[in-house]
């Protein structure tokens, strides 16, 4: 189990240091190229760290994580719980309690989705030990908690058969071959330019080959991505670039 800590820094942001992981976290679960199953065998739930007085964008972050992980195939074992920042001494406690609450759940077993609560500074009384005993003891243990040492052994963990899967799923292989690749083994894809079909046509070669010697499988017409760095004087993806 995996308990993710995401504090709102401003304007809805993460803190900078942690800006790279949110922007790869948001383009993984919305990338359709990105299996939903990989991370299947993982628990988690997010705690979100923020400041009640700005109420719109309360633990937005932490929101955005949590919906982007479940996207991601990750067992969700509770809902967002939302700690108040507003009061600094009394946050640390909040959050004192909560780890000793972390603690004790962590020695049991607990079903894929617990009761969300939220942990106010203004809000918390003396039952809220009780409430949080209660609740440990009232979930199901049907599910075992993945400790994170563990992680290695389920990711790396071989199939039965001992052939290793394949690096193309069936929807990218789909969505590659509706785009007009030709597939080359299990996790490469092939487009023919339309300089190579006008060649195999009888129309003449490609202009890049003739001038420049730029072999077939050097030029950037040919990958599937359209996400380049290079800026060939002879490519058009630069031109366009320079016309802006």
């Not at 199901?140 to 400790?147: A, C, L, M």
Request: aromatic fraction near 10%; include cysteine; glycine fraction near 6%.
């Amino acid at each position: 189990m995996i308990v993710w800590f995401i504090p709102t820094y401003k304007e809805t942001h993460v803190p900078p240091n942690a800006s790279w992981f949110y922007k790869s976290l948001e383009d993984s679960a919305f990338d359709f190229r990105f299996p939903k199953d990989m991370f299947k065998n993982i628990s988690f739930f997010v705690v979100g760290l923020g400041d009640s007085t700005y109420k719109n964008t309360f633990c937005h972050s932490s929101e955005q994580v949590d919906s982007w992980l479940s996207l991601l195939g990750l067992i969700r074992v509770c809902n967002l719980i939302k700690i108040d920042m507003a009061d600094q001494v009394r946050s640390e406690t909040s959050i004192g309690s909560f780890l000793d609450f972390l603690i004790k759940m962590s020695k049991n077993d607990f079903s894929p989705l617990i009761e969300s609560k939220t942990i106010s500074n203004q809000a918390k009384d003396s039952n809220h030990g009780q409430k949080r005993e209660n609740l440990q003891e009232s979930k199901g243990k049907d599910k075992k908690i993945v400790d994170i040492e563990d992680l290695g052994k389920i990711v790396d963990k071989p199939t039965p058969s001992g052939v290793k899967p394949e690096m193309m799923s069936a929807q990218i292989r789909q969505n590659l071959q509706k785009q007009g690749y030709k597939l080359v083994g299990s996790h490469s894809g092939v487009k023919l330019c339309r300089w190579t079909k006008a060649m195999l046509r009888g129309r003449g070669g490609c202009y890049k080959h003739s001038f420049y010697g730029i072999g077939s499988h050097q030029c950037m017409e040919a990958t599937p991505s359209l996400a380049c760095a290079n800026k060939c004087v002879f490519c058009w993806r630069y031109l366009g670039c320079l016309s802006e």
